[in-house]
Nanobody, 125 residues
Framework: QVHLVESGGGLVQPGGSLRLSCAAS????????TGWFRQVPGKEREGVSY????????DYIDSVKGRFTISRDDRKNMVYLQMNSLQPEDTAVYYC??????????????????WGQGTQVTVSS
């Protein structure tokens, strides 16, 4: 089972940037996708972005389109989430996750098999 570790979270002022990293013990071409999710207390975990391993297609939720960019480095077994123009509503714990099978939306957290421990992102002045 793949082991995932997120890093790069922190406190940033509105309008600032952070780059989150997801380090994996391995990324396999058999994986269907890797996604970034976020969760705030009292709310359900929300899919933010994902990247498909075959073809490299990506997608984002509307609220982060144009501000966030997901990418991967296959040689380093890393997936990144570059977050620009951060706003207070982006404050959450951010998780990366991988899924093996390809049925269902890649924004749906129930489709994912392996999860990291999360990294806190706080956007505040």
């Amino acid at each position: 089972q793949v082991h995932l570790v997120e890093s790069g979270g922190g406190l940033v002022q509105p309008g600032g940037s952070l780059r989150l990293s997801c380090a994996a013990s391995e990324f396999s071409s058999d994986y269907y996708a890797t996604g970034w999710f976020r969760q705030v207390p009292g709310k359900e975990r929300e899919g933010v972005s994902y990247i498909h391993w075959s073809g490299g297609s990506t997608d984002y939720i509307d609220s982060v389109k144009g501000r966030f960019t997901i990418s991967r480095d296959d040689r380093k077994n890393m997936v990144y989430l570059q977050m620009n123009s951060l706003q207070p509503e982006d404050t959450a714990v951010y998780y990366c996750a991988t899924r093996i099978y390809g049925s269902g939306s890649s924004f749906d957290p129930t489709q994912y098999n392996n999860w990291g421990q999360g990294t806190q992102v706080t956007v505040s002045s």
